[in-house]
C-alpha cells in the first residue's frame, strides 16, 4: 500500500511496508485530532499525533484512562478482568504494582548487567560475522534481548527460543509470520480471555503456572522468583499476566529497536563512519529508540468529555496515543525524520515519557541497543543491506523483521 498521506490507521496493512509518515505528517498538520471510523469489530477512535498532546494525554492519567484497556480492540469487562496487567490500570492500583515491580529495572540496577551484556553481545556478533551475508534481525537484533530477557527473568536458557516464539505470537498477533491466528482474519473468539487473544497465551500460562507449582525451575536471582517470594508481590492470574506482558513487551521491542539501528547502518554508510569516530555513544540509543519508536501506540479511554483543537473526544471513547508520531513532530526536532546519532536533547516519546505508565525496561533497553552496536562497529568496515527490508504487519507494534546483509569485518 503506498503511503499517500490518507492511510486507514486502523488496516494493519497500512503498516506492512513501514510506518505511514506521510500520513502522520499530514494529520499532525490538518488534522491533530483526528477520528478513524469503527466497523464491525471494533468501535472508531481518535488519534493524538502530535508530541505536545500526546503528552498532555499521557501525563493526564485522569481524564485519559488506560483502566478500559491498552490497546484499539473493545474488550467486554470480562475480557479486561481476565486480561488486565497492571499497565491496564490507573494510579493509584496502578502505582502500588508499579512500586513493587520498579527496583529490578532501576538504572543502577540494571547498569550491573553491562558486563553481561558485553559478554552475550561479543559471542553473538562474532557468531554472526563468520558469514558475509546474513539476516541481521535473526542473526544481531532478535539474539541479545532474547538472551538478557532469560537473565531478567530468571528462565533456563534452553526454553528462550520457546518464549520468544509465543512473544512473537501474542504480540505479534496480526502478522502471518508470527502466528496462525491472525487477529483480523480469522475468529479468536475462543481465545478472548488470554493474553492478545492468542492460542500463545493458553502455552505462556501453562508455563507461568508451572513456575508457580514449583515444576518449573527459575533461577532465584531473577524478577519472577522475586515477585512470587515477596509476600506483597504477584499471585495467579497477575502473576501469569504480568509473566505474558514482559514475555511479549521485554522482547520484540528492543529487537527492533536495534533492527532499525542495523538498518541506519546499512542504508547510510556515514553513520557507521559517525559510530567508529566514537562521536555519540551516550545519544545513540535514543535516536535509534526514536526512529524505530516500536510500540507506535497506546490507547486511552476518555473519562470525560475533553474539547482539544476544536474537536469534543466524548467520555467513553478510546483515543491512541501515537508515540510514533509525536516523535517526529517537526514543532520538536529538527530534520525529525533523519537520523543524528548525537541529538541532544532528545525529548522522543517512544518509552511513553512523562507518563505514570512509562516503560518499565527502558534502561535494560538503551544498554542492550549501545553495547551492541560498540560491539558491532568495532569489528566492520561496512555494512550494506543486500534487499528490501520486511516489516511487521501491525498497527501497534512496528519494526523491521527481516533484513538480509553484506558485511565487511576488520583484518
Ligand atoms: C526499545 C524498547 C522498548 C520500547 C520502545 C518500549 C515502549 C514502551 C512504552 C511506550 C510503554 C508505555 C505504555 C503505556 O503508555 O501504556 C512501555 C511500558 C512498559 N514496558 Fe516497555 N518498551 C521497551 C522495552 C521494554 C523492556 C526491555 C521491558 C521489560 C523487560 C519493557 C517492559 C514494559 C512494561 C512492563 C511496561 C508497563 C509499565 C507500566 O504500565 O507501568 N519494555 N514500554
Known amino acids: 500500500m503506498i503511503d499517500d498521506g490518507y492511510l486507514n490507521l486502523a488496516d494493519h496493512d497500512s503498516f506492512a511496508n513501514g510506518i505511514p509518515h506521510k500520513t502522520f505528517a499530514r494529520l499532525r498538520k490538518e488534522?491533530?485530532?483526528?477520528?478513524?471510523?469503527?466497523?464491525?469489530?471494533?468501535?472508531?477512535?481518535?488519534?493524538?499525533?502530535?508530541?505536545?498532546?500526546?503528552?498532555?494525554?499521557?501525563?493526564?492519567?485522569t481524564l485519559f484512562s488506560s483502566g478500559q484497556g491498552i490497546r484499539i480492540e473493545d474488550q467486554s469487562r470480562e475480557e479486561y478482568l481476565a486480561r488486565r496487567t497492571f499497565q491496564e490500570t490507573d494510579p493509584p492500583e496502578h502505582s502500588a504494582t508499579r512500586r513493587k515491580v520498579n527496583p529490578a529495572f532501576a538504572k543502577p540496577i540494571v547498569a550491573r548487567f553491562e558486563e553481561l551484556i558485553r559478554t552475550l553481545a561479543c559471542e553473538i556478533v562474532d557468531k554472526a560475522l563468520e558469514k558475509t551475508e546474513f539476516d541481521a534481525v535473526e542473526a544481531i537484533a532478535k539474539q541479545l534481548p532474547m538472551m538478557m530477557l532469560g537473565r531478567i527473568l530468571g528462565v533456563p536458557d534452553e526454553d528462550l527460543n520457546w518464549l520468544v516464539e509465543k512473544g512473537d505470537a501474542l504480540i505479534g498477533n496480526t502478522d502471518p509470520d508470527f502466528t496462525q491466528h491472525v487477529i483480523d482474519k480469522v475468529d479468536t473468539d475462543a481465545y478472548r480471555l488470554m493474553p492478545f487473544r492468542s492460542p500463545a497465551g493458553v502455552e505462556l500460562y501453562d508455563y507461568a503456572d508451572d513456575i508457580l507449582a514449583g515444576t518449573k525451575p527459575i533461577s532465584d536471582d531473577g524478577v519472577l522468583s522475586k515477585i512470587i517470594r515477596d509476600e506483597d508481590g504477584l499471585n495467579g492470574l497477575d502473576f501469569k499476566n504480568f509473566f505474558c506482558l514482559l514475555v511479549a513487551a521485554g522482547n520484540d521491542t528492543t529487537r527492533?529497536?536495534?533492527?532499525?539501528?542495523?538498518?541506519?547502518?546499512?542504508?547510510?554508510?556515514?553513520?557507521?563512519?559517525?559510530?567508529?569516530?566514537?562521536?555519540?555513544w551516550d545519544t545513540v540509543a535514543d535516536e535509534v529508540i526514536r526512529l524505530a519508536s516500536p510500540t507506535m501506540h497506546f490507547r486511552r479511554t476518555a473519562t470525560q468529555d475533553i474539547t482539544l483543537h476544536g474537536k469534543t473526544i466524548r467520555k467513553g471513547d478510546k483515543v491512541l496515543l501515537w508515540f510514533v508520531s509525536g516523535s517526529r513532530d517537526e514543532e520538536v526536532f529538527t530534520n525529525a525524520d533523519e537520523a543524528d546519532f548525537a541529538r541532544t536533547p532528545n525529548r522522543h516519546l517512544a518509552f511513553g515519557q512523562g507518563g505514570p505508565h512509562v516503560c518499565l525496561g527502558m534502561h535494560l533497553a538503551k544498554l542492550e541497543i549501545r553495547i551492541v552496536l560498540e560491539e558491532l562497529v568495532k569489528r566492520i568496515t561496512s555494512i550494506t543491506a543486500i534487499s528490501e527490508p520486511s516489516w511487521t504487519r501491525s498497527n501497534f507494534i512496528c519494526g523491521v523483521k527481516k533484513l538480509d546483509v553484506r558485511v565487511e569485518v576488520k583484518n
Open 31 to 61: 488534522d491533530p485530532v483526528s477520528w478513524t471510523e469503527g466497523d464491525d469489530t471494533a468501535k472508531g477512535f481518535w488519534s493524538l499525533t502530535r508530541h505536545a498532546d500526546i503528552a498532555y494525554a499521557n501525563r493526564e492519567a
Open 256 to 280: 527492533y529497536s536495534i533492527a532499525m539501528s542495523l538498518y541506519l547502518l546499512a542504508t547510510q554508510p556515514e553513520l557507521l563512519k559517525q559510530l567508529q569516530a566514537d562521536q555519540c
